[in-house]
């Protein structure tokens, strides 16, 4: 399988008068389950303003982690924090261009933003409760472990979550789920729950959520308001009594980025808490 990465953002808000609140640190969980589940982070750096954290330093000096430091040239409009996402963008487009295919990007906040974007009916896609990711206080070096221990498990979830991903953005549909990719899916992640467990690392039950970066306005029915179409493909949770658990595939109109930040899926955070 081909190499994953990902290339994240510090955690914002995007404000009503335009612009984003920016600042702090990524979420201990968030940061844990980009870890868990991809090969390489970039948390990219700029010349404007350095934000880190004792687990970002640990993951760059342990080589999993890098920090693209990006140099603006000509004006940078940085009194509504844009440029942490230019920032964004610019690592983006390096880590494409020397490892075209590989790379994706990660927004840590409800809602994305981009410094083009555009609004256009799109799928979100989102793994409801069914992703097993270490607790906020599980040592990093654990993690790295046993990643190392546990190269398929981790493969043959991620394979499985992609070729979903990738039918609906070919098809530019979203086609009943089959009971077999379903559950190949479902037995996957409980194969790293197990795993999980059996290495003694404490963990939650938390959500992966991305948006399909392509125009689906062809979706019979798309147009029928601002809360569009939704579907959930259910299955058997991991937390005793969480109801809901599974697959939820939603059609709307929703943020994309312009052609300066061409990803074909953009992760963000979902609105839902964590279990466990």
């Known amino acids: 399988m081909n190499k994953k990465g990902i290339v994240v953002s510090p955690p914002f808000k995007p404000l009503y008068t335009g612009g984003i609140s920016c600042g702090g640190g990524p979420d201990p969980v968030e940061l844990r389950k980009y870890l868990t589940y991809w090969d390489e982070i970039d948390y990219p750096s700029n010349m404007l303003i350095h934000i880190s954290s004792p687990d970002i330093d640990f993951l760059e000096n342990s080589g999993k982690l890098k920090r693209t430091h990006v ?36 927004q840590l906040a409800d809602i994305p933003f981009y410094t083009k974007q555009n609004e256009n009916i799109g799928v979100e896609v989102e793994l409801y409760d069914m ?51 379903v559950a190949r899916l479902e037995l996957a992640l409980k194969d790293i729950d197990k795993t999980l467990n059996e290495s003694g690392i404490k963990r939650v039950t938390t959500h992966l959520k991305n948006i399909i970066n ?14 569009g179409l939704s579907s959930v493909v259910g299955m058997s949770p991991l937390v005793a009594g969480v109801a809901g658990a599974g697959l939820v595939f939603g059609v709307k109109s929703l943020i994309m980025p312009s052609n300066q930040c061409p990803s074909e899926y953009s992760y963000i955070n979902s609105i839902r808490k964590n279990f466990r």
């Open 214 to 227: 392509a125009d689906f306005s062809g979706i019979a029915g798309a147009g029928l308001g601002s809360a």
């Open 131 to 181: 992703l097993p990711v270490p607790s906020a206080d599980t040592a990093l070096a654990d993690i790295l472990e046993f990643k190392e221990k546990r190269k398929d498990e981790l493969s043959a979830f991620r394979f499985h979550m992609d070729d979903i991903n990738e039918k609906i953005l070919n098809s530019k549909d979203v086609p009943r789920a089959r009971n077999t990719q």
């Open 71 to 106: 140099v603006f040239e000509g004006r940078v409009n940085s009194g509504r924090g844009e440029f942490f996402i230019q920032a964004q963008e610019a690592a983006f487009r390096k880590n494409q261009e020397n490892e075209p295919g590989c790379w994706t990007i990660a």
